[in-house]
């Protein structure tokens, strides 16, 4: 679907991008300054690489040996920025007719009253833009972007100049896109939350290369991509399915690669897909099966890889059954249980969060007793 | 019509004519100039900026005595009007409006360049990946954020028009109803024995028109800021 071979200077640093990545929601993940923006810039044409190529759609829009460079207004790309960048003199309707009307003959992936519903905005349509809250703003923005029809849609960090109230307003919204329109999206991003709620394809951004690049599930469970993806919010994402209800207690039974979960009740029908995060600061070990504990979820595993830091930690990656966990434990810890590759080990997870519920809800529970 | 005389309004219309007619003439260059000098880098651009605002530090009598030898009908440029055209500049009003148009230019330029540099550049982006082309973008949203700017330069420029005098006499001669405007009126007036309350009348009427010309353009400006919901 996206095909990015190309080398760009960006300020002080220089981006050297390789990657292919299939149709889906790819994001590209990694710290302020580490070139995210410069790649996206360079796929819009709204940045120029001095060598390589850049093709969405098996369609090459640029290409430095062969003298292309298709102009950003005839690449066929919608662009969410960071602030929503709206047109101050018309009105919401007309911000959202603005690229509809430029659309060059293509269709957009649903029709206007369809896009308004999902973003909800039709009461603001008479409104003007300088009266809306910075939520209903970057709402817009992305009804806009989706009106002209894109065949690929950048979005640049669109939650980043929102607070985390307008974040957690907007988010339910961009994961209805997702399911809804089946367009292929690039999202930017620094939050882990954001990306894990959204992505299929992760790939890591560091110092304006790809660190590495892959299913979402892959990337967030190999404990040497850890310090990229910072200290406190690695862990592992998997899918899983609802399986069964307990109302008595509220909870609900998932089912995953490595087994069953127990989390806080997830508004869902058993049989939906969801998406699950264990952070590897929520993950403990042990090496015999512990009793008379509180936490819920106590599944066995193995040692896969080990991976010291500098400093206190240690970042642990496991195998439980066929999916894949990481760990936070101190150096000290990882001594003290004489953990190897191979170790057998009983994981213990404190807190599970389902971020991809049917019901587009995001809940971040402990199921402990 | 009661305190004016016939010869007196034949100044005040003639003014507001040639007034209207530089800055109608004015606006297009000056827009361009103004977008030139606010987002292009070339060579030279240093002596371009100071060439659209020559005339503002310029005794204006250069600024009409060159006019005169360039567009007089043996110069350069009035020979060509006048072999190809018949179209005489000298000592006609639309010559005054012409000597207006060259003096009021940099004041028009300056307005709209603030507005040209107020605008945000992320705008025009985002139109870009909207599909909006470059005419299209400058149409479609630069145009329309620079109206406030436009406003107060075209009403600078009128109110500067309704007082030029050394470049029109220069060029343009004084030549009533033709080409004698408020203030060469009011010079006529005062070099007229017992032209003193004539002078004074006209003199009263041009603080009027200048306060009103204020006025107007305040009141359009906080219209507009208003219409752009800022």
Redesign the interface.
């Known amino acids: 679907m996206l095909e990015l071979d190309f080398r760009m200077r960006a300020g002080e640093f220089a981006l050297d991008v390789r990657l292919a990545a299939p149709a889906g929601v790819l994001a590209l993940f990694g710290r302020s300054g580490a070139g995210k923006t410069s790649i996206v810039r360079a796929i ?3 940045a120029r690489p001095h060598a390589g190529r850049i093709a969405v759609a098996g369609e090459t829009l640029f290409d430095a040996a062969r003298g292309i460079d298709v ?9 969410v ?1 960071q ?1 929503a ?5 018309l009105s919401v309707a007309g911000n959202l007719r ?2 509809m009307r ?3 003959g293509r269709s957009p992936a649903a029709g206007y009253d369809e896009i308004v519903a999902l973003l909800d905005i039709g009461p603001l349509a008479a409104r ?4 809306l809250s910075g939520g209903e703003r970057q709402r817009v923005a992305i009804g ?2 989706l009106l ?1 029809a894109p065949r690929l849609l ?1 979005m640049d960090e669109p939650l980043a100049s929102l607070d985390a109230a307008r974040k957690a307003e907007l988010l339910p919204y961009l994961d209805r896109l997702r399911r809804a329109l089946a367009l292929p999206v690039v999202y930017v991003s620094h939050a882990l939350d954001e990306v894990v709620r959204l992505a299929d394809t992760l790939a890591l951004v560091d110092a304006g290369r790809i660190a590495a690049c892959g299913p979402i599930d892959e990337i967030t469970a190999r404990a040497d991509l850890g310090p990229l993806a910072g200290r406190f919010e690695g862990g592992a994402a998997m899918d899983a399915t609802v399986v069964r209800h307990d109302d008595a207690f509220a909870l609900t039974t998932l089912a995953f690669a490595g087994g069953e979960l127990t989390v806080p009740k997830v508004d869902a029908p058993p049989g939906t897909g969801i998406r699950v995060r264990i952070r590897a600061r929520d993950v403990m070990l042990a090496t015999v099966r512990p009793a008379g504990l509180s936490a819920r979820n106590i599944l066995p595993a193995h040692v896969v890889a080990l991976e010291p830091e500098p400093g206190p930690f240690a970042e642990v990656a496991l195998a439980v059954g066929g999916a894949r966990l990481r760990a936070r434990l101190t150096r000290a810890a990882v001594a003290d249980l004489d953990l190897g590759v191979g170790s057998p080990v009983w994981a213990v997870i404190k807190a599970v969060a389902v971020d991809r519920a049917g019901a587009a809800r995001i809940s971040y529970g402990r199921a402990d007793g | 019509m009661g305190p004016l005389s016939e010869s007196e309004i034949a100044a005040l219309l003639l003014s507001l004519r040639i007034a209207a007619t530089a800055v109608a003439a004015t606006l297009p260059p000056a827009l361009l100039a103004a977008w030139v000098l606010a987002r292009c880098e070339f060579p030279g651009k240093a002596l371009f900026d100071g060439l659209v605002h020559l005339p503002l530090v310029l005794p204006p009598v250069v600024v009409g005595y060159v006019l005169l030898l360039l567009f007089g009908v043996r110069g350069p440029l009035g020979g060509w009007l006048d072999a190809n055209f018949g179209i005489r500049l000298v000592f006609t009003a639309e010559g005054a409006a012409l000597a207006t148009a060259v003096m009021v230019f940099p004041l028009m330029v300056r307005a709209v360049r603030l507005s040209v540099e107020a605008l945000d550049p992320g705008l025009d982006e985002a139109a870009r990946t909207l599909g909006a082309g470059r005419i299209d973008r400058f149409v479609s949203v630069a145009l329309p954020l620079m109206l406030p700017g436009v406003l107060a330069g075209a009403a600078i420029a009128f109110a500067a028009s309704l007082g030029e005098f050394g470049a029109v006499i220069t060029f343009a001669s004084n030549v009533p109803g033709e080409t004698q405007t408020l203030p060469l009126a009011i010079y006529a007036a005062t070099q007229t024995p017992g032209g003193d309350a004539a002078a004074l009348r006209l003199a009263a009427l041009s603080v009027a028109l200048a306060l009103g010309g204020l006025l107007l353009s305040e009141f359009l400006a906080r219209r507009v800021k208003r219409m752009l919901g800022r």
């Open positions: 819009a044409g709204l102009p950003a207004e005839r690449r066929g790309l919608g662009y920025f602030a960048r709206l047109v101050p003199h603005y690229g430029r659309a060059r003007r833009p300088a009266t806009r972007a002209a950048l």
